[in-house]
């Protein structure tokens, strides 16, 4: 068999496989059955590679590209405190995409690479981030719909099989339950504010609603990528079981504080234990996907100009370390 990934304009890897190989991939299975985790050096099948960086780089970007919604209200943002607050979460995610980044560079591809192609519309970025942020109740209503379900997907990727992403999963999962909290903060308290604060907050809960339930991706049966993740202990869950996991976490928390969620199809199975969503719209999920989204054309003309506006610091660090016979 042979395994050929092209990604990023150039070939990876290209393994003929032969008894040796097929030696190797068992031996490489067998450590992943007993919890081992796989690092840079090691041998690792070509799949697994190209899985890996194609999931760590979306990842990346998704952090990146995360930035955008928020980021526009920090100058709006109405005390100090809460300006603060934000400043601090939009800076994370910028420290989350730094992390992801590097754990995509041990893999074999360089970061201007991965840019590159984001750049370029040919990596993904999370559906999700294709929304606007209308006001200043959305900024609560990412942080506590959109970080939490980031939160349970990358508490199941802290267990993954890859080191170095299991260990940035760790520390982002982390900063992300702070991002989360200030998000809640902002929910409650407009939950509990004058009718018009409520009134607000719910509009942002149903413009998000779907949008988040979207973000863990198709549903099992239209996921090409989970088997080979599963079976490499990349993903632990699959992705409706992770929708799942949020949908039972999140509706009575919604519902301690007179909230709702835009589906008249909800319901809770008395006997199964869960609360059951209607159809979502997987047709408006994929064209988000395939760059048709609200916001798809506006979030990626922001990042093409930072990237060219930042143009002059990298030549300058590029020359530094020339100078210093760094480069
Ligand atoms: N958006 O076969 P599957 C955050 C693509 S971080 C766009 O099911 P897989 C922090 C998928 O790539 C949020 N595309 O894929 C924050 C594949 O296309 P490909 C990001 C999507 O990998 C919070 C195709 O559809 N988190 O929010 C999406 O098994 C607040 C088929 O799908 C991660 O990236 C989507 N939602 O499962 C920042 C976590 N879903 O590549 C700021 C790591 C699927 O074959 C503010 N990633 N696609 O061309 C994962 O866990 C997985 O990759 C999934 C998708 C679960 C996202």
């Known amino acids: 068999m042979v395994e050929d990934i092209k990604m990023f304009g150039k070939s990876l890897e290209t393994v003929e496989e032969g008894p040796e190989q097929e030696a190797q991939r068992k031996a490489f299975e067998d450590r992943i059955a007993h919890g081992e985790k796989i690092e840079p050096g090691d041998w690792m099948p070509a799949e697994y590679r190209r899985q890996l960086i194609r999931m760590i780089s979306q990842h990346a970007h998704s952090e990146v590209v995360g930035m955008l919604p928020e980021g526009a209200w920090i100058g709006r943002a109405p005390s100090l405190r809460r300006k603060m607050i934000l400043l601090a979460k939009v800076q994370d995610e910028a420290g989350h995409g730094q992390y992801l980044y590097h754990a995509a560079e041990t893999l074999g591809v360089s970061r201007e690479e991965l840019i590159e192609a984001l750049l370029a519309?040919?990596?993904?970025?999370?559906?999700?981030?294709?929304?606007?942020?209308?006001?200043?109740?959305?900024?609560?209503?990412?942080?506590?719909?959109?970080d939490f379900a980031a939160i349970l997907n990358q508490t199941m990727l802290a267990r993954c099989s890859y080191g170095p992403y299991a260990r940035a999963m760790v520390r982002i999962s982390a900063e992300e339950n702070f991002n989360k909290k200030q998000g809640q903060d902002l929910v409650i308290r407009m939950a509990h504010g004058t009718l018009g604060e409520k009134a607000m907050v719910q509009d942002a809960i149903n413009r998000w609603w779907w949008p988040t339930l979207m973000m863990f991706g198709p549903p099992d049966t239209a996921s090409p990528n989970s088997a080979a993740l599963i079976r490499w202990g990349i993903k632990t869950k699959t992705n409706d079981e992770l929708r799942q996991e949020f949908v039972d976490k999140i509706i009575p928390e919604l519902e301690a504080l007179g909230l709702t969620v835009p589906d008249p199809g909800l319901s809770y199975g008395a006997e199964s234990g869960h609360w059951m969503t209607g159809e979502i719209n997987w047709d408006e999920f994929w064209r988000v996907v395939q760059g048709q989204g609200p916001c798809n054309q506006e979030r990626m003309a922001a990042r093409r100009a930072a990237h060219e506006e930042g143009r002059w610091v990298r030549e300058a660090l590029e020359a530094y370390a020339h100078h210093q016979g760094l480069g």
Do not use: E, M, Q, R
Not at 121 to 146: E, H, Q
């Open 121 to 146: 519309g040919k990596a993904k970025y999370s559906s999700v981030f294709n929304y606007p942020a209308l006001n200043w109740t959305d900024v609560g209503v990412i942080g506590y719909l959109v």
